[in-house]
């Protein structure tokens, strides 16, 4: 990556970071609901057999309750869980309760990797991903380690959507070659079908 780049990232990292961060407890879990409200209306979402949603941290999108509720109504649930931060490997890992994520690797919760948990990307109906800034393409700006990007990269995009406060959409991000986009956008205001998907 370019220097001038990795700067524009980092800028657009700090700015929305900082605006979500200015986001409560009370007004997240608001927020999040809302966008629960706006999953459940997929299509896509109500015949997943097989949903991956992230553990959230800081001010993300809360999924606890999500997860919950996908697990109460018969789904199966993997979440991201990463071997170690020097290979950055991110495997799906199914869990049966929010307690079987009890470990904490680059500050994200996770649970162990066992060989019998992992699910093949392939048998994922539906993935749930995080970001601090999504655009109109379906670009995505994240912590800036690679992770999500590595792991979708043959992912179909119909299959991926993006979970987001709705200041946090803008209409261009700075992207590069490697970078992967989602083909919808949830916000607690509307459903943002990529175009082209």
Same mark, same amino acid.
């Given at each position: 990556?370019?220097?001038?780049?990795?700067?524009? !990232? &980092?800028?657009? @990292?700090?700015?929305?970071?900082?605006? @979500?961060?200015?986001?409560?407890?009370?007004?997240?879990?608001?927020?999040?609901?809302?966008?629960?409200?706006?999953? !459940?209306?997929?299509?896509?979402?109500?015949?997943?057999?097989?949903v991956m949603f992230y %553990?959230?941290?800081?001010?993300?999108?809360?999924?606890?309750?999500?997860?919950?509720?996908?697990?109460d109504n018969g789904k199966?649930?993997?979440?991201?869980? $990463?071997?170690?931060?020097?290979? &950055?490997?991110?495997?799906?890992?199914?869990?049966?309760?929010?307690?079987?994520?009890?470990?904490?690797?680059?500050? *994200? @919760?996770?649970?162990? *990797?066992?060989?019998?948990?992992?699910?093949?990307?392939?048998?994922?109906? %539906?993935?749930?991903?995080?970001? $601090?800034?999504?655009?109109?393409?379906?670009? @995505?700006?994240?912590?800036?380690?690679?992770?999500?990007? &590595?792991?979708? !990269?043959?992912?179909?995009?119909?299959?991926?959507?993006?979970?987001?406060?709705?200041?946090? *959409?803008?209409?261009?991000?700075?992207?590069?070659?490697?970078?992967?986009?989602?083909?919808? $956008? *949830?916000?607690?205001?509307?459903?943002?079908?990529?175009?082209? $998907?």
């Amino acid at each position: 990556m370019n220097d001038c780049l990795e700067l524009e !990232k &980092r800028k657009v @990292r700090y700015k929305f970071l900082a605006i @979500r961060n200015g986001v409560g407890p009370a007004l997240a879990a608001a927020y999040s609901a809302d966008i629960f409200v706006e999953i !459940k209306k997929l299509s896509l979402y109500r015949k997943a057999k097989t949903v991956m949603f992230y %553990l959230s941290s800081g001010s993300e999108v809360v999924t606890d309750f999500m997860v919950n509720s996908a697990l109460d109504n018969g789904k199966t649930v993997v979440v991201p869980a $990463i071997e170690n931060s020097e290979n &950055r490997k991110m495997y799906a890992v199914k869990i049966s309760r929010l307690e079987d994520a009890c470990q904490s690797v680059c500050g *994200i @919760r996770q649970p162990g *990797i066992s060989p019998r948990d992992i699910v093949e990307k392939g048998d994922v109906d %539906l993935v749930f991903v995080p970001g $601090i800034a999504f655009d109109a393409r379906g670009y @995505r700006t994240g912590y800036g380690k690679g992770y999500y990007d &590595r792991w979708l !990269k043959s992912v179909p995009l119909e299959k991926t959507v993006g979970l987001a406060y709705d200041f946090q *959409i803008t209409d261009k991000l700075p992207t590069e070659e490697y970078d992967i986009p989602v083909g919808v $956008i *949830i916000t607690e205001k509307r459903i943002m079908q990529i175009e082209g $998907i």
